[in-house]
């Protein structure tokens, strides 16, 4: 097999809170006003990306990681993840606060769905003027604090608030109790997974007058209720790889491309590509691919060495 460079069909989902900046900042083929969700690389099962260019055009992912996955994903990932793309990717837009949220471990998504649990990070790609994200608690707290605050509809008040802007990242342990918050467009990496559980929805009410469903029994045994600091500083070094989060699931590295730079795509471990801002040519071999903003580039592990050339922002991904 010719390998080369995967970009996919994004799997557009609506969300109550969602808005228009997936297509009028990203370009993505939106067809309603509450569009929430770009799902840019996804084996979840009914939601599996389809291969949107080259000789696999047409093909979908666990396929093309079936027709050989050490080549696809690498022989480190393969032995600690089987032949299971292990990532999920996102852009999401928040117009409206999104539900305050916690995701179990992998022991306790193991045992109640047959699920990897779901370690996330957040890059922010953009932020309008006062936007928050929610991460976590102030300080310390414990279950029953917690439980007489969510009683009393005022578990916001043992919460970390957070200004942000655009380059600001946070990593989200399982157990993390989080929210994203209206007028925030973000750039998310975490395990292959769907399990979140919903724990306060700041009372809001549907069209037809009903609460959605909350999981707080769920929940309870999911939340990490230690203060933690998420949000993670980085360094910006010119047309190299400067990690922004390093854990057992990914290594996420931000390039901020300012000419050429090499990219060495190990054997061990495939490659993602999110551009966040600008545009470049990525040269492998004798070929070349243009890629802009808002474009996610799955390169698998037996690709080699590539060449990133241009003036854009990039988020690379591996497992390392």
């Known amino acids: 097999m010719d390998w080369y460079p995967l970009v996919f069909k994004p799997i ?4 109550i809170w969602g808005g228009t900046k997936l ?3 990203l370009h993505k083929p939106i067809v309603s006003e509450i569009s929430g969700e770009s799902w840019e690389l ?5 939601d599996v990306s389809v291969v949107a260019n ?40 928040a117009r409206e606060d999104l539900s ?22 957040w890059y922010v790609m953009q932020a309008d003027p006062g936007a928050q994200l929610i991460v976590g608690f102030k300080e310390d707290s414990n279950a029953e604090a917690y439980q007489t605050a969510l009683a009393q509809h005022q578990v916001v008040d043992l919460l970390a608030k957070h200004s942000v802007q655009k380059g600001d990242v946070f990593f989200l342990e399982t157990g993390t109790v989080h929210a994203i918050g209206a007028g925030t467009l973000i750039a998310e990496i975490q395990q292959t997974s769907d399990i979140t559980y919903r724990i306060y929805d700041f009372d809001r009410r549907d069209a037809q007058g009903n609460l959605r469903e909350l999981h ?12 933690t600091e998420s949000k993670k500083a980085y360094t910006k070094i010119t047309n190299v790889s400067n990690v922004m989060v390093d854990c057992p699931y990914f290594t996420t590295s931000f390039i901020p491309l300012i000419g050429t730079a090499s990219v ?25 691919m243009e890629v802009t903003k808002g474009t996610t580039i799955l390169l698998p592990a ?13 988020l690379e991904i591996t497992i390392s």
């Open 42 to 46: 996804s084996t979840v099962p009914g």
């Open 54 to 93: 080259g000789s696999l055009e047409g093909t979908d992912l666990n396929t093309v990681v079936a027709l050989n996955p050490e080549a696809v994903l690498g022989k480190k990932v393969v032995a600690q993840f089987g032949d299971q793309f292990p990532l999920l990717f996102k852009f999401l837009d």
């Open 100 to 121: 305050i949220q916690v995701h179990p471990n992998d022991a306790l998504a193991k045992e109640r769905h047959n699920s990897f649990g779901k370690t996330e990070m």
């Open 302 to 314: 037996a690709l080699g060495t590539v060449q990133l050339k241009g003036n854009a922002e990039l």
């Open 23 to 25: 297509r009028d900042v």
């Open 216 to 227: 707080t029994e769920l929940a309870l045994e999911a939340i990490n209720y230690q203060h």
């Open 12 to 15: 557009i989902k609506e969300r």
């Open 264 to 288: 060495h795509c190990a054997h061990d471990s495939f490659t993602v590509f999110m551009v966040m801002e600008g545009d470049c040519a990525l040269l492998y071999g004798d070929k070349k």
